[in-house]
């Protein structure tokens, strides 16, 4: 598989700033760039199924991907939880 390039890692601050920004705003690339920090959250839960799966892994990883997309949709700050761990159980599911 190609080494895919990682965004810059960002503050749970700066992911706080640009979810709110994202909700307030619909600004994609406030949501693609907290996406892009979390790449390394879909490789992970992709690694992880893919040994005991069979499921091919490009497949695997644009679900991840799409996932992560939806639990930006779908954050919600007031519930408490960071959005990794979110993002994380949205995988997973």
Request: proline share 3%.
């Amino acid at each position: 598989m190609a080494t895919r390039e990682r965004g810059h890692p960002l503050a749970p601050d700066e992911i706080e700033t640009l979810l709110d920004h994202y909700r307030r705003t619909g600004d994609r690339a406030a949501r693609n760039r907290v996406v892009e920090a979390h790449l390394h959250l879909a490789d992970y839960h992709v690694a992880r199924f893919a040994r005991s799966s069979g499921v091919a892994v490009d497949d695997l990883r644009q679900t991840a991907l799409m996932a992560v997309i939806h639990a930006v949709e779908r954050f919600d700050p007031d519930r408490g939880v960071a959005f990794r761990t979110f993002a994380s159980r949205t995988i997973e599911g």
